[in-house]
T-cell receptor, first 115, second 114 residues
């Protein structure tokens, strides 16, 4: 069974500082990997995804993530935080094999950006 | 702008009421999903429709009744709900063939059960 672990339910950074949100997955076959963002009172928006190819993927709003198979990780980064980045971030996985596949979410990380 | 539209955005209902949540997408996706999300928690899968047929039901109580009238529409009928059913209900859609798991979510319907 797939599982996703997000280390740190709350992360605070200063405006302009590096953002690092951690995600590790547990699966014998590396799954497809996603980061979604949820702003207050809104639905989920896809930030970026890794399916195949280059392991460093770039997403919207200056975010990027790197798939590291050896570490079973897919950490999300942004070089310089902006106030508008304050939101809930969910890492998610979708298995590459299996019949009843579904998206499995991590528990989420609340990002606070301090002025 | 989201390409998955959910109505209503907010709904307040009593425990004896019958109401429905609606979801519409025009991206040609043939898989549609209902999720329930409590505050500060990840979304929990409730139902999946594939080609208008129910393919996954995650042991959801019968007071929630999904319906997929056509490939663009998804409804969630609500009856005799409990206060603990208060949550954000999210609809999503995706491709079926060559699906890499990318789901497109609506903005949700926030339900309060009194």
């Amino acid at each position: 069974a797939q599982s996703v672990t997000q280390l740190g339910s709350h992360v605070s950074v200063s405006e302009g500082a590096l953002v690092l949100l951690r995600c590790n997955y547990s699966s014998s076959v590396p799954p497809y990997l996603f980061w979604y963002v949820q702003y207050p009172n809104q639905g989920l928006q896809l930030l970026l995804k890794y399916t195949t190819g280059a392991t460093l993927v770039k997403g919207i709003n200056g975010f990027e993530a790197e798939f590291k198979k050896s570490e079973t990780s897919f950490h999300l980064t942004k070089p310089s935080a902006h106030m508008s980045d304050a939101a809930e971030y969910f890492c998610a996985v979708w298995p590459k094999i299996g019949s009843a596949r579904q998206l499995t979410f991590g528990s989420g990380t609340q990002l606070t950006v301090l002025p | 702008d989201t390409e998955v539209t959910q109505t209503p955005k907010h709904l307040v209902m009593g425990m004896t009421n019958k109401k429905s949540l609606k979801c519409e997408q025009h991206m040609g996706h043939r898989a549609m999903y209902w999720y329930k999300q409590k505050a500060k928690k990840p979304p929990e899968l409730m139902f999946v429709y594939s080609y208008e047929k129910l393919s996954i039901n995650e042991s959801v109580p019968s007071r929630f009744s999904p319906e997929c009238p056509n490939s663009s529409l998804l409804n969630l009928h609500l009856h005799a709900l409990q206060p603990e059913d208060s949550a954000l209900y999210l609809c999503a859609s995706s491709r079926v063939g060559q699906n890499t798991g990318e789901l497109f979510f609506g903005e949700g319907s926030r339900l309060t059960v009194l």
